[in-house]
């Protein structure tokens, strides 16, 4: 039986020529030769101009991901370990050693598959029923390429029940241990692969915590949403006179602690509380900070929550400059990509405004270098860092 040949609408190519990866099925005018989940599907335009190549999943909205822009390239064993190898070596030349994400899945050119090194172990997170189905090709390619401790899988994600995949996570190669200790930049770092929010930390934010330095130093630091200290941390280690981290999870507080500790910052106070409430709280005793930063979780999750999650960041964005003293800076975070750069900078100077403070942008940052983005698809460009000048 022929391969699957998927022909598309008019004019609905022109998404995939830019570069996104993904044929959803309503862009289909008709299929052709043999359909099976899992198998090579060969798409082409209405003008029969072929577009790509990839994995079927006839269960999911996302009918075609996209593996190679090449008629005759061979999907195979030697294809993905080529694309794992040259990502981690574009990585290894960025200047990532002991902790980073080595495969970031549609921007890396392996649609659901995220790969993330921490130390001397792995963390595998497979996000469609192509991938799921090739898991052990992948899982030999990756210990022979890191020679890895151990592997866990971390395919958790409610995203897997579109593909029809059980959500699972578990050891899949050698031993790992319930907490893993890395290095972020200059600092060593507890991480609990396991149950630890994503693959285990927010790898995406490492090159921010780093950035913060030139902002902190013999200053009063605030650090909202703290998870596991990263801001927080790092202000401490770079100089900070103080350092407060706050987050509503007690695990998470308790980690902070640990990770000061393990670093011998002694001047970092760590709080459980609603970040809303505490904000609040702080402006009624008239406290002030040098220097907030906020990374607060992902408020719109789908395109509907876009409006909801405008009204939260702003509300939080205004009760932070209320309290930064003058010159001072906020450091503000987005890990939606519905909110998108310039929504995200339109609620920041909604939010400057009802606090009545001048503001001055003095950086924009995205996710780190290990996780870049792909033209074409904005789904790969989710996380902004705002660095504000409080005037």
């Known amino acids: 039986m022929e391969p699957c040949k998927i022909t598309l609408k008019p004019r609905e190519e022109e998404r995939l020529l830019y570069g996104h990866p993904w044929v959803f099925s309503n862009e289909i005018d008709k299929i052709e030769g043999k359909i099976q989940s899992g198998d090579i599907a060969f798409v082409f335009s209405s003008k029969n101009q072929f ?15 996209l593996l190679s822009r090449k008629m005759d390239e061979i999907i195979d ?46 963390v595998l997170q497979i996000l469609s029923l192509g991938i799921d189905l090739r898991k052990k090709i992948l899982i030999d390619i990756l210990v022979d390429l890191f020679k890895p401790r151990g592997i866990f899988e971390r395919s958790d994600a409610p995203v897997r029940k579109k593909e029809g995949l059980e959500l699972f996570t578990g050891v899949v190669y050698g031993t790992v241990p319930d907490f893993v200790q890395i290095k972020e930049n200059e600092l060593l770092m507890n991480i609990d692969l396991k149950h630890g929010q994503k693959t285990g930390s927010f790898l995406d934010q490492q090159d921010n915590h780093k950035a913060i330095k030139p902002y902190v130093k013999n200053k009063d630091v605030l650090d909202c949403f703290s998870h596991i200290g990263g801001f927080g941390l790092h202000a401490a280690y770079y100089g900070a006179k103080n350092v407060t981290c706050v987050d509503i999870s007690k695990k998470a507080v308790e980690d902070i602690k640990l990770n000061a500790k393990l670093n011998r910052l002694d001047h970092v106070n760590a709080l459980e509380a609603d970040v809303f409430e505490l904000l609040r709280q702080y402006q009624s005793e008239q406290k002030q900070f040098d220097v907030i930063v906020l ?13 909801r999650a405008f009204q939260g960041y702003k509300d939080i964005n205004l009760q932070a400059l209320k309290l930064i003293k003058e ?65």
């Open 77 to 122: 064993e030697n294809f993905f370990r080529s694309i794992i190898t040259k990502a981690n070596q574009t990585r290894i030349d960025l200047g990532y050693q002991n902790s980073y994400r080595v495969l970031f899945g549609e921007a890396d050119g392996i649609p659901g598959l995220i790969v993330d090194k921490y130390g001397d172990y792995l």
């Open 295 to 307: 990374d607060p979780p992902a408020f719109a999750k789908k395109n509907d929550d876009v409006k």
């Open 51 to 65: 577009i790509g190549k990839g994995l079927l999943n006839t269960s999911s909205k996302i009918f075609v991901r």
């Open 327 to 391: 010159d001072g800076y906020l450091v503000t975070c987005s890990c939606s990509h519905y909110m998108t750069p310039s929504l995200f900078l339109e609620m920041l100077m909604e939010a400057s405004k009802d606090a009545k403070r001048i503001t001055q942008m003095i950086e924009f940052r995205i996710q780190g270098k290990d996780h870049p983005v792909l033209l074409g698809s904005d789904e790969s460009l989710y996380l902004k860092c705002v660095v504000l000048k409080v005037k």
